[in-house]
């Protein structure tokens, strides 16, 4: 082969990667004092360098070993499937059915049918009840014949030479390899110096070598590896110069035991696809790769591998007061510090080490405290090449500052650091730097009366406090933002966040079967108060639940020890909607988190379940004893929901995961809502539901990204039919190419049963727009009406909503699509149905007749208005009326009926506003329809809607809506990158203006002309909705 040509085709490579993608350049890269992992030599002062970065800008090399790909320059913190995209082997993987149409790329063209591999050994089948699995085998899935390897060369040492190789190392590695002149990793070895590579995590198991020896095998995402590097001394003793060394890490068919996210290959808001993991026939799977730092540290003796924060208050959680009668009103804080000696067996004398090595601990309480290793030290624990040392004090809750979730306080936190020094050698470590919060954490599940004597959890209700005070739980659960790592980007992680307080959300599940997310997210909730339920990355579907394994216990203990510093982490949850035929296995690994972290997290064995029988305290707090499942019995309150759930289906167009049921036929929309009158408060029977949704599609922007223009419809085009078979609960084998068949559920129910019968076979960029319209109202509708009927009639501390985030474009659950554009439930949880004061009007569930009510879940009462508005769509007209709040204690309701005269009905709505006793409006408008929309009569599809005005207010734009008449649910939607801060809106003859804020997300300017901007606005309401498509658009 031609060198010179081949050395032209790598650059021309590197240049796309660096200029077509944007992905490479803003990937999540954690910064050097960021990393897992720290060496006893400090790099700032070390002659020496101590850290070898090989990811970031680091120029990789991918080839599959069947020489069909050949180097082909890559960066990593990505996969597999982002790494071909950007070296333009294959087009975006979600663009059409492209993830299933090219996998003969990464697969080979030589797949072949998964074999029906049993998913777990003969000889640890206690560790799995087979009953549990025994139904579920997924067909038609094939295996991966295709291995790859990722390969790069490195030196490491202080020259200027390799400085410069290092920051830009793509253009150099466009040099033949095997010419390259680079010096000795030691050249000089010194027997002081030890070498690791730490790996953060590699997805799906690979194996790894370094100068074509041996390292290690790689089998969990979710755990870190430590590996001692000895070839590197057996090539310092031949003196050599002209060499460099080489690590590659190969993707060839490794048992993993599932542990890796669940999603990967498929959920029914994921794409599903074809390969199956080589060790288990039913476990899918779709890329693969390098998602997380891979570096190299020289150390002296002494490696940090954590610093581990456990916070606890020790007075009484549930009433936080300096007055106890115990008198234990502070925080007993202890830091861990995790050290890792690097010798030989040979070569150490552990007493004579330990007097060398000192620990600092700097604290902003005035504390400094340096500890000396002491073997014989009850703050020193030592096993094997293992020593922790604990520092451990009282801090008096009175003299610092507190943790509060949003809404409820500010969010203090204080800065701790930690460093290692060798007085012996003069060596010493960087700075570990931690935040931590101080906050109390509380699970009542018992009557207030009963607090002090149970040690199990109770059925009276499940409601969380911090420091001392009740929270009203509202939020969603959380899914990766993206399958292919490669995609994650830091700003999107601290954006949901953002969107998530701007929803009025307080609180976010991570769910068990995603992955373990960003440190920008966990910082996000640190900093905004965002309290999380988080999920350790078990759930048992698809064979990723607890196997009682080594690598197993290691990773709940990595993940604990990382995640350890976040006051916003209330509660760890063993599993995720796991059977209480496997229950032995999570209290295995919940026994781990309790050890992991004592008294300051609050523990869970499942969601949901009723708790624990044994083990745990009157506030969910492990007490030391052993723990043991409560099993729900019919005399028991269930205290935790899951559900209900609304999947849509459709009998012309079943789709992956939306397939036809009968049962499913009696569709009820909740129109209008239905309460019962219940006893409110804490005190009385309570519930959580920590899910519930509705299936719902994305925007027209987010989905036609993805779709050619053949596919712009929600059946996609209509000579393909979708081909699809029931293969397992709501999981279906979908044959043929019918793009949106692939996009897991149809919407068809929920338009029809919202908007009524309608040809929905359309293609065209109106007809798209209608029925992704219908279908996220539909969703908003649907989640409205359950959220006033459940968080009355079940005395409800607690909603998490499924879900956040979309993480693709297609049918699935989120408030969120996958470009982060907000749907209209988004908007109506923002501006009414998660505010603390929250009024609606329904029916009396016991009477049917008209009842009304005001929700307070505020910490203070409240005096003020609730304004409403009756329209009258065929007269044209409206009534006003008040109704006066005098004292609205917190964690209370007020009802009140209405009179026949304000009685909206098939041709009328009713507007709801809230405003305090100072006119602040603390509820915006809440739009009440009495029947489903298909049923309302007079309704317009020409209403005027236009733009009359616009002016600039900074970088946000701000129009003005007109309109001549009645105008519901409208909402708008731009091809321009940027969030409408208020949608979703409704507009009479009374109320003919409205100002929206546009954020746009460029800098007003060239690459943002307004004009444009102004122009590509659309709008939709629910007049035009029920007439023809083209009404939708209303030009001005």
């Not at 027997?191 to 690791?196: A, G, H």
């Not at 609050?602 to 083990?615: L, V």
């Not at 209900?644 to 929309?669: A, L, M």
């Not at 009802?895 to 009905?905: A, G, T, V």
């Amino acid at each position: 082969m031609n060198h010179m040509f081949l050395d032209h085709c790598r650059v021309f490579s590197i240049l796309l990667l660096l200029l077509k993608f944007p992905y490479s350049k803003s990937r999540i890269v954690p910064l050097d004092s960021e990393l897992t992992v720290v060496s006893d030599i400090s790099s700032s002062s070390s002659k020496e360098p101590s850290l070898l970065r090989l990811d970031g800008s680091h120029t990789w090399y991918l080839s599959s070993t069947d020489g069909r790909y050949v180097d082909i320059p890559v960066q990593i913190n990505s996969d597999i499937l982002t790494n071909l995209e950007e070296a333009g082997i294959i087009d975006d993987p979600f663009f059409n059915n492209n993830f299933l149409d090219q996998r003969h790329v990464w697969m080979g063209e030589n797949r072949t049918k998964a074999s029906g591999t049993k998913c777990y050994d003969e000889n640890i089948k206690s560790d799995q009840d087979d009953n549990v699995y025994s139904n579920y085998r997924i067909p038609n899935l094939e295996e991966r014949t295709r291995v790859w390897k990722y390969e790069t060369n490195f030196t490491f040492n202080n020259s200027k030479e390799m400085d410069t190789i290092n920051q830009n190392v793509a253009m150099e590695r466009t040099l033949e390899r095997s010419t390259v002149r680079k010096m000795n990793l030691d050249k000089h070895y010194d027997t002081k110096y030890n070498y690791v590579l730490v790996v953060e995590g590699i997805k799906m198991g690979a194996s790894i070598y370094i100068d074509d020896e041996f390292i290690g095998n790689v089998t969990d995402q979710f755990l870190r590896y430590i590996f001692p590097i000895k070839s590197f001394r057996k090539k310092s003793t031949s003196l050599e110069e002209n060499f460099s060394n080489k690590i590659q890490v190969i993707f060839d068919p490794i048992d993993t035991n599932g542990r890796f996210s669940a999603m990967s290959g498929g959920w029914d808001w994921a794409p599903y696809s074809k390969e199956a993991e080589s060790s288990c026939s039913s476990r899918r799977v779709l890329s693969f790769g390098i998602p997380n730092p891979i570096y190299i540290l020289k150390a002296e003796r002494v490696l940090i591998t954590d610093v581990v924060s456990k916070i606890s208050y020790e007075g009484d959680p549930s009433s936080f007061n300096a007055n106890s009668d115990d008198g234990k009103h502070f925080f007993l804080v202890q830091i861990d510090v995790h050290l890792q000696i690097m010798e030989d067996e040979v070569d150490i004398d552990l007493k004579k080490l330990l007097q060398c090595i000192i620990i600092n601990l700097d604290t902003p309480f005035g504390l400094k405290k340096k500890e000396q290793l002491q073997t014989n030290s009850e703050d020193v624990s030592s096993s094997e090449d293992k020593i922790v040392v604990s520092f451990k004090w009282n801090v008096d809750a009175n003299t610092i500052h507190l943790w509060w979730p949003v809404g409820m306080g500010q969010q203090h936190l204080y800065k701790v650091s930690v460093f290692v020094e060798n007085k012996c050698t003069g060596a010493t470590s960087n700075s570990v730097v931690r935040k931590i919060g101080f906050r109390s954490v509380a699970l009542v599940t018992h009557k207030k009366d009963d607090y002090n004597n149970n040690r199990e959890t109770g059925d009276h209700g499940m409601t969380f406090l911090i420091n001392g005070a009740t929270v009203h739980v509202r939020g969603a659960n959380v899914i990766p933002l993206s399958q292919l790592e490669g995609r994650l980007l830091e700003s999107k992680h601290i954006q949901l966040v953002r969107s998530a307080i701007e929803a009025n959300m307080n609180m976010l599940r991570v769910w068990g079967g995603g992955m373990i997310l960003p440190q920008s997210f966990y910082d996000s909730c640190d900093a905004e108060g965002v309290l999380l339920f988080h999920d350790l990355m078990f759930v048992e579907e698809q064979f990723h639940g607890f196997r009682g394994t080594k690598t197993v216990e290691e990773e709940i203990k990595y993940m604990m020890r990382q995640l350890s510093f976040h006051p916003s982490i209330i509660l760890y949850n063993g599993c995720n909607e796991c059977d209480s035929k496997v229950s032995s296995h999570y209290l295995n690994a919940i026994s781990i988190v309790a050890k992991e972290n004592g008294k300051s997290r609050i523990i869970w064995w499942s969601s949901p379940s009723a708790g624990f029988a044994s083990g745990i305290d009157s506030y969910g707090i492990p007490n030391g004893l052993p723990l043991k499942v409560k099993k729900n019995r019919p005399d028991l309150r269930q205290i935790e929901i899951h559900g209900p759930y609304n999947h849509g289906y459709s009998e012309e167009f079943p789709t992956v995961n939306g397939h036809w049921d009968p049962k499913q036929r009696e569709y009820d929309t909740h129109i209008p809502s239905k309460f019962e009158q219940v006893p409110i408060g804490p005190d009385h029977p309570n519930s959580f539901v920590s899910e519930f949704g509705s299936s719902v599609f994305s925007s027209l922007e987010a989905m036609t990204s993805s779709l050619s223009e053949d596919n712009w419809g929600i059946h996609s085009h209509s000579n393909d039919k979708s081909r699809c078979s029931v293969i397992y609960e709501n999981a279906n084998d979908c044959a043929g190419s019918n793009v949106l068949a692939q996009r897991n559920y149809s919407c068809d129910s929920h338009i029809v049963a919202y908007f009524g019968s309608m040809n929905l076979n359309e293609v065209n960029h109106y007809a798209f727009g209608l029925q992704l319209y219908q279908c996220m109202l539909s969703h908003m509708l649907w989640v409205k009406s359950l959220l006033t009927e459940i968080t009355i009639s079940q005395n409800t501390f607690g909603v998490l909503i499924w879900m956040l985030n979309d993480q693709w474009s297609t049918g699935s659950w989120g408030l969120l699509d996958n470009f982060g554009n907000r749907k209209p439930l988004f908007y109506e949880l923002k501006k009414s149905l998660f505010r603390e004061i929250y009024a609606t009007c329904g029916l009396n569930k016991d009477t049917d007749n008209p009842l009304c009510y005001v929700r307070n879940w505020g910490r203070e009462s409240f005096t003020g208005l609730v304004r409403l508005t009756t329209w009258n769509l065929t007269k044209s007209s409206s009534i006003s009326f008040e109704y006066e709040i005098k004292f609205l204690s917190s964690d209370n309701v007020e009802y009140f009926e209405l009179i026949q005269e304000h009685f909206p009905s098939k041709d009328g709505c009713l507007l709801i506003e809230v405003e305090d006793i100072d006119g602040r409006i603390v509820m915006e408008e809440n739009l009440i329809i009495w029947v489903p929309p298909k049923e309302l009569m007079n309704l317009r599809s020409e209403v005027g809607l236009h733009i009359s005005d616009y002016f600039v207010d900074g970088n946000d734009i701000i129009i003005t809506v007109t309109s001549a008449s009645v105008a519901l649910y409208v909402y708008l939607e731009t091809p321009f990158e940027g969030t409408f801060e208020n949608n979703l809106f409704s507009m009479s003859p009374s109320k003919s203006t409205k100002l929206i804020r546009f954020r746009p997300k460029a800098e007003l300017g060239q690459s943002f002309i307004i004009e444009d901007f102004i122009k590509s606005i659309r709008f939709y309401h629910l007049g035009s909705s029920l007439t023809k498509v083209k009404d939708t658009y209303e030009y001005h």
